[in-house]
């Protein structure tokens, strides 16, 4: 299991999926890594339930929460977004390290 470089709150991880229909909360990147630093910011992937239809504004919403809950900078992406994305590498690279922390209804402690 990679080690995750920070504490987590998971309680509020939990109420912020179940508030925007999030199934599955994965973080990746340097959160993951021995460079992250007090300074970096927060990767993370989020997967909706299928009835779930996010809009942009939506998204926008979702990081600036996620900024709150952090109390840092948070990049947030979709993970049907990177799944469909052309890039190969950066699609490759997400996917391949993305730790899932939390998945509908159970929080995966860290």
């Known amino acids: 299991m990679i080690q995750i470089q920070l504490n987590l709150p998971m309680e509020q991880i939990a109420e912020f999926c179940q508030k925007w229909q999030v199934i599955e909360f994965a973080l990746f990147g340097s959160v993951l890594r021995d460079d992250f630093r007090p300074d970096s910011d927060i ?60 998945a509908t209804g159970s929080a995966i402690s860290a």
């Open 43 to 102: 990767d993370v992937m989020v997967k909706f339930h299928p009835d779930a239809h996010p809009k942009f504004s939506t998204l926008d919403q979702m990081e600036t929460e996620l900024k709150t809950i952090f109390h840092r900078d948070v990049d947030l992406i979709t993970r049907q977004g990177i799944e469909s994305s052309r890039n190969y590498l950066r699609r490759h690279a997400i996917l391949s390290s993305a730790q899932v922390i939390y």
